[in-house]
């Protein structure tokens, strides 16, 4: 599973980085169908302290892709909060593809 990251309009560390990797590499145990994640992290400093992050996950798999988007105050929030919405997509995702085998 390949990771790629987008930042824009902040700089996002190395500790950051790997903590999303870490979440993001959590995903792999419910389906090995995984081809390709692209993270995108926005920071829109118009909001002045609502909601000033956006993290978008996109999960490339065979077929539809799966998308999930979280704005949050803080970026570690906003990510939690887009995991659980692709979490659910994935299950969804792995439940559809085991009906079709029946």
Known sequence: MKIEFFVKNFECNPQ??????GKINKLA?????????????VF????KGEKNFKVEIKLEVPGNDL???SY???L????DEVLKKIKHQLLAYKEKLIERRK
């Open 76 to 79: 570690l929030l906003a990510l």
């Open 72 to 74: 949050g105050k803080n």
């Open 29 to 41: 145990r419910f389906s090995e169908r995984i081809l390709r994640v692209r993270v995108e992290l």
């Open 67 to 69: 998308y999930a988007a």
């Open 44 to 47: 829109k400093p118009q909001f």
């Open 16 to 21: 950051i980085k790997n903590k999303i990797e």
